[in-house]
């Protein structure tokens, strides 16, 4: 226009669309479009088709996986099986002559402590010795033989379920332990003479009450810890305790003082148990191992721990004949020992937490076993099996288990008191009297009455008012 020249920062861009690529003519109709819709449906369904036939497959090979995986469980409870009825045979056949126990585990040492001058000296294990073997096969021979011959036969003069369910609260004795560190933590009653009871209690001390004459018989004194269980010869005056101290010490009642002091552990005692024979005694410990001791000397005979496992031991207690016991652990596992072989020869499987107690049941056949699962399990000793579950209340703690000496009945301490009739394993009746947690129970000759214990300091009795 003014003929000057152009300079290319004075050009002004021209923005344009870009181009569109027209659609081919076989898309530009409407068959066309749908034929086209049609061919996406098509794959589309194609493509789930083959998803489903990878799913179909998929759950076939899990079927089978599972169907192997339960094939697998089979044979291998069937070889457990097996095994656990060759190791009962091969402790069956084995000649009872020569038998020397192998000393697998390190052996103990024991603290004997005369009461007559309290000296102390220290002894190793002994082993058990083809005497005491002979000695605990005859024993067990007998009270078999002895079994057998009252068969079913109820004992004369046992309380009926009637007579249990009419029983009350008659008596409570609350001064026999210090208020001051309350809580009775175990019991049991003397089998000759069923008035005399003893108690251990928080407050480190043992104490022997007569029920006839409401007195106290002996006050034992000389655990440094707690006193966590007792026990009470069924022919002489003598009682056993235990406790968290790690000593168990052997009492003549008459003179309240201690004849012997057993040190078989490291860590605290969780269970005593007395020999048919009246002259052994067994313990278990938070350490693992079982120990057999001489009551008449304080000896440990034998210290036995599971070469397999390491878990604590948290009850025990002998079978009726004697040849075997049963032991609790922490991972609810109910271990069935042979004394001779010094062996386990089977395991029950708890359901949560560590077992609380076990008791077996006079008959020989039945074991009854307590964890934190709020249930009393039954076990057939005869086909090695769980037979029946006594569900308890929702949150109820187990302290104590214990059969009658008929093995007619079941007591169960812990949230309160019951008492279940064996068989049918009906609760015939419960006590609420305690105000706080019980943690023994024990029955009377013949059940003409139960006595129980509790953290509230108190001895209670029930029978017929």
């Given at each position: 226009?003014?003929?000057?020249?152009?300079?290319?920062?004075?050009?002004?861009?021209?923005?344009?669309?870009?181009?569109?690529?027209?659609?081919?003519?076989?898309a530009t109709?409407?068959?066309?479009?749908?034929?086209?819709?049609?061919?996406?449906?098509?794959?589309?369904?194609l493509?789930?088709?083959?998803?489903?036939?990878?799913l179909?497959t998929a759950r076939?090979?899990?079927?089978?996986?599972?169907?192997?995986?339960?094939?697998?469980?089979?044979?291998?409870?069937?070889?457990?099986?097996?095994v656990?009825?060759?190791?009962?045979?091969?402790?069956?056949?084995?000649?009872?002559?020569?038998?020397?126990?192998?000393?697998?585990?390190?052996?103990?040492?024991?603290?004997?402590?005369?009461?007559?001058?309290q000296?102390?000296?220290?002894?190793?294990?002994?082993?058990?010795?083809?005497?005491?073997?002979?000695?605990?096969?005859d024993?067990?021979?007998?009270?078999?033989?002895?079994?057998?011959?009252?068969?079913?036969t109820?004992?004369?003069?046992?309380?009926?379920?009637?007579?249990?369910?009419s029983?009350?609260?008659?008596?409570?004795?609350?001064?026999?332990?210090?208020?001051?560190?309350?809580?009775?933590?175990?019991?049991?009653?003397?089998?000759?003479?069923?008035?005399k009871i003893?108690?251990?209690?928080?407050?480190?001390?043992?104490?022997?009450?007569n029920?006839?004459t409401d007195?106290?018989?002996?006050?034992?004194?000389?655990?440094?810890?707690?006193?966590?269980?007792?026990?009470?010869?069924?022919e002489e005056?003598?009682?056993?305790?235990?406790?968290?101290?790690?000593?168990?010490?052997?009492?003549?009642?008459?003179?309240?003082?201690?004849?012997?002091?057993?040190?078989?552990?490291?860590?605290?005692?969780?269970?005593?148990?007395?020999?048919?024979?009246?002259?052994?005694?067994?313990?278990?410990?938070l350490?693992?191992y079982?120990?057999?001791?001489?009551?008449?000397?304080?000896?440990?005979?034998?210290?036995?721990?599971?070469?397999?496992?390491?878990?604590?031991?948290?009850?025990?207690?002998?079978?009726?004949?004697?040849?075997?016991?049963?032991?609790?652990?922490?991972?609810?596992?109910i271990?069935?020992?042979?004394?001779?072989?010094?062996?386990?020869?089977?395991n029950?499987?708890?359901?949560?937490?560590?077992?609380?107690?076990?008791?077996?049941?006079?008959?020989?056949?039945?074991?009854?076993?307590?964890?934190?699962?709020?249930?009393?399990k039954?076990?057939?000793?005869?086909k090695?099996?769980?037979?029946?579950?006594?569900?308890?209340?929702?949150g109820y703690?187990?302290k104590?288990?214990?059969?009658?000496h008929s093995?007619?009945?079941?007591?169960?301490?812990?949230?309160?008191?019951?008492?279940?009739?064996?068989?049918?394993?009906?609760?015939?009746?419960?006590?609420y009297d305690?105000?706080?947690?019980?943690?023994?129970?024990?029955?009377?000759?013949?059940?003409?009455?139960?006595?129980?214990?509790g953290m509230?300091?108190?001895?209670?009795?029930?029978?017929?008012?």
């Amino acid at each position: 226009m003014n003929h000057e020249k152009l300079n290319e920062d004075q050009l002004i861009p021209v923005k344009t669309s870009t181009l569109v690529k027209p659609r081919p003519p076989s898309a530009t109709s409407i068959p066309a479009i749908l034929k086209s819709l049609q061919d996406e449906w098509d794959a589309v369904m194609l493509h789930s088709f083959t998803l489903r036939q990878q799913l179909q497959t998929a759950r076939q090979e899990l079927s089978h996986a599972l169907y192997q995986h339960d094939a697998a469980c089979r044979v291998i409870a069937r070889l457990t099986k097996e095994v656990t009825a060759a190791r009962e045979a091969l402790a069956t056949l084995k000649p009872q002559t020569g038998v020397t126990p192998a000393q697998t585990q390190p052996t103990a040492t024991t603290t004997v402590v005369a009461a007559a001058d309290q000296s102390v000296e220290a002894q190793t294990s002994t082993g058990m010795t083809e005497e005491i073997l002979t000695k605990l096969q005859d024993t067990a021979a007998k009270l078999t033989s002895e079994r057998k011959k009252r068969g079913k036969t109820i004992p004369e003069g046992l309380a009926s379920t009637e007579q249990i369910q009419s029983y009350r609260k008659i008596a409570s004795k609350t001064s026999n332990h210090s208020p001051s560190v309350p809580g009775i933590l175990s019991l049991d009653i003397c089998p000759k003479d069923t008035n005399k009871i003893i108690t251990g209690g928080n407050d480190k001390t043992a104490v022997v009450y007569n029920k006839e004459t409401d007195c106290l018989v002996a006050t034992l004194k000389g655990h440094s810890k707690k006193v966590t269980h007792v026990v009470y010869h069924p022919e002489e005056e003598l009682a056993f305790t235990a406790s968290p101290d790690q000593t168990i010490r052997v009492w003549g009642v008459k003179e309240s003082k201690c004849a012997h002091v057993i040190r078989a552990h490291e860590m605290p005692v969780t269970g005593i148990s007395l020999h048919a024979t009246g002259d052994y005694l067994l313990s278990c410990s938070l350490d693992g191992y079982w120990a057999f001791s001489d009551i008449r000397n304080g000896r440990v005979l034998t210290r036995v721990g599971d070469k397999n496992s390491s878990v604590p031991l948290t009850c025990a207690q002998f079978h009726p004949d004697g040849l075997i016991f049963g032991t609790g652990t922490e991972d609810s596992t109910i271990k069935i020992w042979d004394l001779k072989e010094q062996a386990n020869v089977a395991n029950f499987p708890g359901d949560a937490g560590p077992i609380t107690s076990i008791s077996f049941s006079e008959n020989g056949y039945y074991l009854a076993t307590a964890a934190d699962d709020s249930t009393v399990k039954l076990w057939d000793l005869r086909k090695l099996k769980n037979f029946k579950n006594i569900q308890l209340d929702e949150g109820y703690e187990v302290k104590s288990l214990c059969f009658d000496h008929s093995g007619s009945y079941l007591g169960v301490a812990g949230t309160d008191v019951r008492v279940y009739v064996c068989k049918q394993w009906s609760m015939v009746k419960s006590f609420y009297d305690h105000t706080a947690t019980a943690t023994g129970i024990r029955f009377g000759e013949n059940s003409n009455f139960i006595a129980s214990t509790g953290m509230d300091r108190a001895l209670m009795f029930y029978a017929e008012g």
